[in-house]
């Protein structure tokens, strides 16, 4: 499956900066023909040493990582849910995505102005925030109009499933509150998912730093434990990222990264971070195919049955699905090889009904 998410934020948070650096870690589109080819779209691999160490193992000729779209934005205004700026641009092209990475500014700096004039991270999440509400408002009261006429004889059961459902949301949004705190059952979400609801789409929010000027979450002060305390009532998710550090370390040698992490006091990969997080973020796991060929990650929603992990693939497999053989990724790298796996009977027959596992190596049996 194809995995996008779209960064926002206000001018000058560094969202830009920030994308330069993803793209510049990318991989090459042409090894994933079914990826839009388009320069606000940054191809990105999901980082991980098991893929690595199961390759190695294999000895394959090639190998292929899980992968994650990132989707530059273009900037927000206040007032982009009226069209300001780019604002109708920006509000189509979330839509589109399945996530938003919102970057948020943790920097003071006299010399990249604020649009604002001051640095403060919880108004400029509000500021966004409340544009996605406004949009959303206005878009399901436009709904509620035309589904009402169909749904008045109630004979039209979708339609009445329909207004109910955006009945329930609107209040929510009127209070200037994302539609995502509303409590809805999977009929409920279905029957409202053509209308693209922008705050119905996860968010993590990646707080921006910058290296030799004052940070907000360096200040240990008020501006950062409320803006902890924010987030935590959001029930939101954040990574903390140094967007300019990232991007000028993109040409620098894996083996010399660390040094230079040491030195500008940056000491974990903040891009590896945000890749991860929005994997986690949408409840997507990793399983594994691998041999003398390829070995490769593949990308399915937690939960996922063995025919729905096989539709991965091809839907072939899933169609045609007989078993599937599965192995956990340490217990065949312990054993080293499929045939040692399979004589010491650590090779698991599965079928139909199995929920994969993140993690599951597995060899598929189709018709």
Same mark, same amino acid.
């Given at each position: 499956?194809?995995?996008?998410?779209?960064?926002?934020?206000?001018?000058?948070?560094?969202?830009?900066?920030?994308?330069?650096?993803?793209?510049?870690?990318?991989?090459?589109?042409?090894?994933?023909?079914?990826?839009?080819?388009?320069?606000?779209?940054?191809?990105?691999?999901?980082?991980?040493?098991?893929?690595?160490?199961?390759?190695?193992?294999?000895?394959?000729?090639?190998?292929?990582?899980?992968?994650?779209?990132?989707?530059?934005?273009?900037?927000?205004?206040?007032?982009?849910?009226?069209?300001?700026?780019?604002?109708?641009?920006?509000?189509?092209?979330?839509?589109?995505?399945?996530?938003?990475?919102?970057?948020?500014?943790?920097?003071?700096?006299?010399?990249?102005?604020?649009?604002?004039?001051?640095?403060?991270?919880?108004?400029?999440?509000?500021?966004?925030?409340?544009?996605?509400?406004?949009?959303?408002?206005?878009?399901?009261?436009?709904?509620?109009?035309?589904?009402?006429?169909?749904?008045?004889?109630?004979?039209?059961?979708?339609?009445?499933?329909?207004?109910?459902?955006?009945?329930?949301?609107?209040?929510?949004?009127?209070?200037?509150?994302?539609?995502?705190?509303?409590?809805?059952?999977?009929?409920?979400?279905?029957?409202?998912?053509?209308?693209?609801?922008?705050?119905?789409?996860?968010?993590?929010?990646?707080?921006?730093?910058?290296?030799?000027?004052?940070?907000?979450?360096?200040?240990?002060?008020?501006?950062?434990?409320?803006?902890?305390?924010?987030?935590?009532?959001?029930?939101?998710?954040?990574?903390?990222?140094?967007?300019?550090?990232?991007? +000028?370390?993109?040409?620098?040698?894996?083996?010399?990264?660390?040094?230079?992490?040491?030195?500008?006091?940056?000491?974990?990969?903040?891009?590896?971070?945000?890749?991860?997080?929005?994997?986690?973020?949408?409840?997507?796991?990793?399983?594994?195919?691998?041999?003398?060929?390829?070995?490769?990650?593949?990308?399915?929603?937690?939960?996922?049955?063995?025919?729905?992990?096989?539709?991965?693939?091809?839907?072939?497999?899933?169609?045609?699905?007989?078993?599937?053989?599965?192995?956990?990724?340490?217990?065949?790298?312990?054993?080293?090889?499929?045939?040692?796996?399979?004589?010491?009977?650590?090779?698991?027959? +599965?079928?139909?009904?199995?929920?994969?596992?993140?993690?599951?190596?597995?060899?598929?049996?189709?018709?």
């Amino acid at each position: 499956m194809s995995l996008s998410i779209g960064i926002v934020g206000l001018p000058n948070v560094g969202k830009s900066t920030l994308f330069n650096a993803l793209t510049r870690k990318g991989v090459p589109a042409e090894n994933y023909p079914f990826c839009t080819i388009d320069p606000s779209v940054g191809v990105v691999a999901v980082p991980d040493i098991r893929l690595t160490r199961l390759s190695e193992m294999s000895q394959s000729k090639k190998t292929t990582p899980a992968i994650v779209e990132f989707v530059d934005i273009a900037g927000l205004v206040q007032g982009a849910s009226q069209g300001e700026g780019l604002g109708n641009q920006f509000l189509n092209h979330i839509r589109e995505v399945d996530a938003i990475a919102e970057v948020v500014r943790m920097f003071d700096d006299e010399d990249v102005h604020h649009v604002a004039g001051t640095v403060d991270p919880i108004r400029d999440i509000e500021v966004i925030d409340l544009e996605l509400v406004l949009a959303d408002l206005d878009s399901t009261t436009k709904r509620l109009e035309r589904v009402e006429r169909d749904a008045r004889s109630g004979a039209d059961k979708a339609a009445v499933l329909e207004r109910e459902t955006i009945k329930k949301i609107l209040p929510t949004l009127q209070n200037g509150k994302a539609a995502r705190t509303v409590v809805l059952d999977d009929e409920e979400l279905l029957s409202i998912k053509s209308l693209h609801l922008l705050t119905m789409k996860p968010i993590l929010y990646v707080l921006n730093r910058k290296s030799g000027v004052v940070n907000v979450d360096a200040e240990r002060g008020a501006r950062w434990a409320d803006l902890q305390r924010f987030i935590e009532e959001r029930n939101a998710s954040y990574v903390i990222i140094d967007a300019g550090v990232e991007n +000028e370390l993109a040409d620098v040698h894996e083996d010399e990264k660390r040094d230079f992490r040491n030195e500008l006091g940056v000491s974990d990969d903040g891009l590896d971070a945000l890749i991860k997080g929005g994997y986690a973020l949408l409840d997507l796991i990793s399983y594994f195919t691998t041999g003398e060929d390829e070995t490769r990650a593949w990308t399915i929603p937690r939960n996922s049955t063995a025919p729905q992990a096989a539709g991965a693939i091809h839907t072939d497999f899933m169609n045609k699905f007989i078993r599937a053989d599965v192995i956990q990724w340490d217990q065949l790298l312990t054993e080293g090889s499929w045939s040692k796996a399979r004589e010491k009977g650590l090779v698991r027959s +599965e079928g139909k009904e199995y929920i994969f596992q993140d993690g599951d190596v597995t060899e598929f049996k189709h018709g």
